[in-house]
């Protein structure tokens, strides 16, 4: 059953966040398997023997239980703690250890990302696992035994009786190390490593099926750590799973310069990972793995959350500011969660990209299509024609596939996608998703380089796509030598589909995106796209382009779209869209083919209705409007609904 009497009311928000963010798997964290102790407080010196062992059992079996019903806090001022507070971070990031993912969490200081490891690993060692090791790693050795300190404070606030059951006199408990021998689990704090061979030694040595990284991005020889560990973890994973016993790695930290070596290593980690998504709820396990292997380079999930987000408000941020004493690189770093860089060969101002970051909103939707997630920072509507403009990478390292999806009336981004793990033939299929299926009225653009041919000559053969292509007529002039030696100068007229990524068009690309920053800055929603922006450097040679380990992806796809638009004819011409924003360039459907279009779509989709890539509000976009048209009496009144 799902405990909706229950007192502690963090469990039932976060039941009613997720709700209304459309998550139909949105009780888990109030299951309650036990309906006899349904009420009964573990904590109350009056519970009899019975009632003692059925809340043990439920302890033993329910982390939901135990996180929402035993686990109390410790805090300045009350001895006994609080109960344990939850929001999108933390219920992520334990729904994650859950299905034994390996995760990347940064959240804003203050918000139980270390509490909250914390906390589920105390479930793991007393009650839930047998035979499992679990090794805390920070950026000083003292932060890893500070962990191990709030492990303790965290075990001493249980119920004593819940204690006693659990405990065993031949149990160790000290500073650096933790052995419960009843059920043979140790929890170990690894020291900080003072070279190179040294932090090889301590990776090396990390042979568990658990570890946990904290301020990841301040740990010195972080990659060297990291990666001298995996080949011991991944034979302990094999042998955790095979035996049923949790397994997993947890990243945990907040923003650190990108310009260090450890800071630049874990943006980039993180930047490999799987973006968490509130749709990943409703995944199976073999939906998330289908998921992450799409997504991810390092099979990580990566949980970000921001302070709104988890319920904080702007009233809480100017408090903290002015504790911080208006420290804005620490604002930013802590509370805003911004990779900053020292460097000084940025190409926009400070000023610029603070006003570009104050209109960067998250997603409010994902679409996930053929796997892949399409984020969406408004709710799109499927009759639009939207212009599709896409970057086409080879999937390796940097080198990204990306799409922009943008709004013809003022050009803002309405929705992206990044990914540099797909390869070709899948980001054509994508893109071909996305036209034939989703967006039967929008316009396509395609960066036509190396890897972008093959993409752009296989579109041009599919009569549902090649008419919404963008095309420019190029002009060629030859020469002929005829056979009295006259020579004929002839122009050539050919038809390019595409934009052209050379030196020339890429110098007048950069040349759009000063009037841009400075001027549309309201239209750069997307974080993706802002990053990609404010990573900018001008090189030695004075070509601009990204920083070392940065992206511009993102930023590309858009550009291309600019480019066409300011440079090129066929979206003047051909689609009628004006350079100048204007509602008049929104052209939704309206034939009666188009609307015959659409309800197939609706159709195909609710014979498919337990597919994953359309459980997202997009869909039900669709199906409620769907329902509504089937109650319209007439063709006039349902043209009428589907045209809005």
């Not at 009613?16 to 888990?28: A, D, E, P, S």
């Not at 034979?235 to 310069?257: E, H, Q, R």
Request: aromatic letters at 10%.
């Amino acid at each position: 059953m799902y405990d909706i009497k229950t007192k502690n009311k963090s469990f039932l928000k976060g039941s009613v966040i997720l709700r209304r963010r459309n998550v139909k798997n949105n009780k888990f964290m109030l299951t309650l398997y036990n309906t006899h102790i349904q009420g009964l407080d573990p904590h109350s010196k009056n519970l009899s023997d019975s009632e003692k062992i059925q809340i043990f059992e439920e302890v033993t079996n329910n982390i939901w239980y135990y996180l929402r019903e035993v686990v109390r806090i410790p805090v300045p001022g009350k001895i006994e703690g609080i109960s344990y507070l939850l929001n999108l971070g933390n219920l992520s990031m334990s729904y994650i250890k859950w299905r034994n993912k390996n995760q990347i969490t940064v959240l804003p200081r203050q918000h139980g990302k270390t509490i909250g490891e914390i906390v589920y690993d105390s479930w793991i060692l007393l009650f839930a696992s047998t035979n499992t090791n679990i090794i805390y790693s920070n950026k000083e050795f003292k932060d890893s035994k500070g962990a191990l300190k709030r492990f303790r404070d965290i075990k001493e606030r249980l119920p004593q009786w819940l204690v006693s059951m659990i405990s065993h006199k031949k149990d160790r408990d000290n500073i650096e190390e933790k052995l419960f021998y009843n059920r043979n689990n140790t929890l170990k704090a690894m020291p900080a490593a003072n070279s190179d061979e040294s932090a090889d030694k301590l990776g090396r040595g990390m042979t568990t099926s658990n570890i946990y990284f904290d301020e990841f991005a301040f740990l010195a020889r972080n990659k060297i750590i990291y990666e001298a560990a995996l080949p011991a973890w991944s034979a302990a994973k094999a042998s955790a799973k095979a035996n049923g016993v949790p397994y997993g790695i947890t990243i945990t930290t907040t923003p650190n310069n990108k310009d260090t070596r450890q800071g630049g290593y874990a943006y980039a980690f993180k930047e490999q990972a799987a973006e968490w998504k509130l749709e990943c709820f409703d995944m199976s396990i073999e939906e998330l793995d289908d998921y992450i292997e799409k997504n991810s380079e390092n099979d990580f999930l990566y949980v970000q959350f921001t302070y709104t987000e988890l319920g904080k408000s702007e009233k809480w941020l100017n408090t903290q500011v002015r504790l911080m004493q208006g420290n804005m690189v620490k604002i930013k770093r802590d509370l805003l969660l911004v990779w900053p860089r020292s460097t000084d060969t940025s190409v926009f101002k400070e000023d610029q990209l603070e006003k570009i970051a104050s209109f960067v909103r998250p997603a409010i939707t994902t679409i996930f299509v053929n796997g892949y997630a399409i984020d969406f920072y408004e709710k799109p509507d499927l009759r639009t024609n939207y212009i599709i403009s896409c970057d086409v990478g080879g999937g390796l390292s940097n080198d990204s596939s990306a799409i922009s999806i943008i709004a013809p009336d003022d050009f803002r981004i309405v929705g992206d996608f990044r990914s540099n793990k797909i390869d070709t033939d899948a980001f054509r299929l994508l893109i071909k998703e996305l036209m034939v299926t989703w967006f039967r009225n929008a316009i396509l653009i395609i960066e036509r380089n190396s890897y972008g041919l093959n993409i752009l000559h296989n579109l041009m053969k599919d009569r549902i796509v090649e008419p919404r292509m963008v095309r420019e007529e190029r002009v060629t002039m030859g020469e002929k030598t005829e056979k009295d030696g006259f020579v004929v100068r002839r122009k050539t007229k050919n038809i390019v589909y595409g934009v052209d990524t050379n030196t020339k068009t890429r110098r007048e690309m950069f040349d759009i995106l000063p009037n841009i920053v400075e001027f549309e800055y309201d239209k750069i929603v997307s974080h993706k796209l802002y990053q990609d922006i404010a990573d900018l450097q001008t090189k030695k040679n004075g070509k601009i382009e990204h920083a070392d380990g940065a992206h511009d992806d993102n930023l590309m796809s858009y550009l291309v779209f600019r480019w066409a638009l300011h440079f090129g004819k066929c979206l003047r011409n051909k689609f009628k869209i004006s350079p100048m924003p204007t509602k008049s360039n929104i052209k939704v459907v309206s034939s009666a083919e188009d609307i015959k279009k659409i309800n197939a779509i609706i159709d195909d989709a609710n014979r498919v209705d337990d597919m994953p890539s359309l459980n997202t509000e997009a869909f039900a976009y669709l199906r409620d409007r769907d329902s509504k048209l089937k109650e319209s009496s007439s063709r006039g009144r349902l043209i009428d609904e589907l045209l809005g």
